[in-house]
């Protein structure tokens, strides 16, 4: 499967960061691209919790968490996506303790194509992607620094 990595580093103890990403109905509170979110299983947190995501201009998925490791790691299952050319996903969610209130969060993702989008050039939507994905994290480094 193809994929790609970003990263950045976040003025904030891992604590804060987690809280964020363990907040998993809210994503839309710091991620650009979605412009709605709400959890759709009866769990708050921990594996197998699961939540919608609209997206923006258009589409909407479904994600399920199938790794949680408390101020560490957080993976993602990406199933069900809608109006989009990807069929499945994985982004792998890890912090690091930089020290002095400082965390580097490192974001592993691949993703599989549905079988429509592998008859298309697939530079564009990685490229896409990997910008989504460094929002994603800008808009978290800017929550969680200015609790905007």
């Given at each position: 499967?193809?994929?790609?990595?970003?990263?950045?580093?976040?003025?904030?103890?891992?604590?804060?960061?987690?809280?964020?990403?363990?907040?998993?109905?809210?994503?839309?509170?710091?991620?650009?691209?979605?412009?709605?979110?709400?959890?759709?299983?009866?769990?708050?947190?921990?594996?197998?919790?699961?939540?919608?995501?609209?997206?923006?201009?258009?589409?909407?998925?479904?994600?399920?968490?199938?790794?949680?490791?408390?101020?560490?790691?957080?993976?993602?299952?990406?199933?069900?996506?809608?109006?989009?050319?990807?069929?499945?996903?994985?982004?792998?969610?890890?912090?690091?303790?930089?020290?002095?209130?400082?965390?580097?969060?490192?974001?592993?993702?691949?993703?599989?194509?549905?079988?429509?989008?592998k008859l298309m050039p697939t530079s564009l939507l990685h490229t896409q992607l990997e910008r989504g994905f460094g929002a994603l994290l800008k808009g978290?480094?800017?929550?969680?620094?200015?609790?905007?």
């Amino acid at each position: 499967m193809p994929g790609f990595t970003v990263e950045r580093t976040i003025d904030a103890p891992v604590d804060e960061v987690w809280a964020e990403l363990a907040d998993f109905g809210e994503i839309q509170k710091w991620n650009p691209g979605v412009t709605e979110s709400y959890l759709t299983s009866e769990e708050t947190e921990g594996e197998g919790i699961t939540r919608h995501c609209s997206l923006k201009p258009f589409g909407s998925l479904k994600e399920r968490v199938a790794g949680w490791h408390p101020g560490e790691r957080l993976v993602v299952h990406i199933y069900q996506i809608d109006r989009l050319p990807l069929k499945d996903g994985i982004a792998d969610f890890t912090l690091h303790d930089e020290g002095e209130d400082t965390t580097r969060v490192h974001i592993d993702y691949t993703y599989e194509l549905k079988w429509w989008a592998k008859l298309m050039p697939t530079s564009l939507l990685h490229t896409q992607l990997e910008r989504g994905f460094g929002a994603l994290l800008k808009g978290l480094d800017k929550h969680v620094t200015t609790n905007a």
